[in-house]
Structures are given as structure tokens and as C-alpha cells.
């Protein structure tokens, strides 16, 4: 299985990025995919989930109304789109894939290598 996470870079407070992960190795449809975020010196938290058909999603409240998950089945891809970020947003992104809802990180069977998402003030 392998979840390749791409999209981060430097961004000014109020700007947006756009990350992708491509998955492949699994039944893409089948799994929930995932964004998680770990801020230096924090650990990894639930961001976004988005279910294998794409009718459910869930935000963290923290990224309510800016952030926007979406997926791709054909291209067995998931994308995270970022709007009005903010400092505290800065953080290493990682997609996740998981057989059902989790925002527990123990509970993921399988981790993208994450991608860094930087915002300055």
C-alpha cells in the first residue's frame, strides 16, 4: 500500500493550498480516506474524513468552513482543500486510509509520509 502525499509549501496567512495523495495498493473506494496534521512539538490530530463513496464527510472543528475534502475514485486520489489558512494551520499533513471512520491515530491500518504545510504571519 502506498499513499503519496503531495501539495504542501510556504503560504502567507490567508492564502490557500491545495494537497493531493494518491493512493494505490488498495480497493481505493472501499476506504475512508483522511487528513491528519502534526504541529511541532504536538501530536498528530484529526483533520478531515471523507467516505469511500464521497457522501460523508467530517471536519475537525478547528478547519470548519475553510478546509474542503474531496476524492477521485477513477483516480484513486483524495485532495484537501485549504482556504483562509492561518498560522496555527502549519503543520506536516498525512493522509490516511482506513475501512471505516477514525480519528483515533491508532486505529489507521495505513499512513501516506506526510507533506508540509508552512503559513507565515
Known amino acids: 500500500v502506498q499513499l503519496q502525499a503531495s501539495g504542501g509549501g510556504l503560504v502567507q496567512a490567508g492564502g490557500s493550498l491545495r494537497l493531493s495523495c494518491a493512493a494505490s495498493?488498495?480497493?481505493?473506494?472501499?476506504?475512508?480516506m483522511e487528513w491528519f496534521r502534526q504541529a511541532p512539538g504536538k501530536e498528530r490530530e484529526f483533520v478531515v474524513a471523507i467516505s469511500g463513496d464521497g457522501d460523508i464527510t467530517r471536519y475537525a472543528d478547528s478547519v470548519k468552513g475553510r478546509f474542503t475534502i474531496s476524492r477521485d475514485n477513477a483516480k484513486t486520489t483524495v485532495y484537501l482543500q485549504m482556504n483562509s489558512l492561518k498560522p496555527e494551520d502549519t503543520a506536516v499533513y498525512y493522509c490516511?486510509?482506513?475501512?471505516?471512520?477514525?480519528?483515533?491515530?491508532?486505529?489507521?491500518?495505513?499512513w501516506g509520509q506526510g507533506t508540509l504545510v508552512t503559513v507565515s504571519s
Open positions: 495498493g488498495i480497493t481505493f473506494s472501499m476506504y475512508y
Open positions: 490516511a486510509a482506513a475501512y471505516t471512520f477514525q480519528i483515533q491515530t491508532g486505529a489507521i491500518p495505513y
